[in-house]
């Protein structure tokens, strides 16, 4: 866990608005952080979570969640000698909940996952997600990369990154995951069906096991309203070649935890 600390930044100012992301630079000695779309962090994140105004701290971790933003993170953001200000809160009402319940029914999703792969099996590995809302570039996320694994590793890591995304799309009109992999749509939509039942014993054994367990308890959550669905790799689908270039990213930029590269 790394911590980092900053030091007279007033992060309240009006200009700041909707807190969801932080990103942080290892790489310079003067820590370069980006904020996008904060919200209220106050209230509603530093004192709630922990009950103190003073040097708050901002901690991502494993798989946090901040509204329909997914990340595998492992870091600690020190704020220190910020002046804390009086921010009015507004409660949801049920009016607003119902409006965004409303909107997102008429909203269709497609998500495009892939892998890649420097040398198979054995090489470093990377994965990629695309997603598409109505049609339009969403987010475009890179991460889950390894020194060391194989092609059907990181398509799987890709795979279950998109099931996670997806379970919180249950009230869309329509949600798409389109994978290039036949071995991964067989594996968690057919396949791990009957093994589970077998116990998840096969002769021969089940490769990539604990992976396809995840994704498979992840898909049954959300089979009822996700299409799971296969789509030829380099033929020129927008979608498949950004989530392609997203896996090559991470592996390239050795990118571990998911990071947003929309651009």
Not at 46 to 67: A, D
Not at 183 to 198: D, H, L, P, Q, R
Not at 201 to 206: E, L, P, Q, S, T
Request: aromatic share 12%; proline share 1%; net charge neutral.
């Amino acid at each position: 866990m790394s911590t980092y600390t900053i030091h007279n930044i007033d992060l309240l100012e009006k200009s700041i608005e909707n807190l969801t992301q932080v990103f942080l630079s290892k790489d310079q000695e003067d820590i370069d952080i980006k904020f996008f779309n904060i919200e209220n962090l106050t209230d509603t994140a530093w004192k709630r979570r922990y009950g103190s105004q003073e040097s708050p701290i901002i901690e991502l971790k494993s798989n946090e969640k901040y509204g329909k933003v997914f990340f595998s993170l492992d870091i600690k953001v020190k704020i220190e000698n910020v002046e804390i200000k009086d921010i009015e809160i507004k409660e949801e009402s049920k009016e607003d909940i119902n409006k965004e319940t409303k909107d997102i029914s008429k909203k269709h999703f497609n998500i495009y996952c892939d892998g890649s792969c420097t040398s198979n099996p054995g090489g470093q590995i990377g994965s990629g997600v695309a997603i598409y809302e109505n049609k339009k570039l969403l987010y475009g996320f890179a991460g889950d990369y390894y020194f060391s694994g194989t092609n059907n590793q990181a398509e799987l890591n890709a795979f279950i990154f998109a099931l996670k995304f997806a379970a919180d799309l249950k009230e869309a009109k329509k949600v798409i995951i389109y994978a290039d992999s036949q071995y991964v749509i067989n594996s968690i939509t057919e396949w791990a069906f009957g093994w589970e039942k077998k116990g998840w014993i096969k002769k021969g054994g089940i490769k990539n096991l604990e992976l396809i367990k995840e994704a498979f308890n992840l898909y049954k959550k959300v089979q009822d309203f996700v299409e799971v669905k296969y789509v030829k790799a380099h033929s020129g689908i927008k979608g498949n070649e950004k989530a392609d270039w997203l896996a090559s990213v991470a592996v390239k930029k050795q990118i571990k935890n998911w990071v947003d590269y929309k651009n």
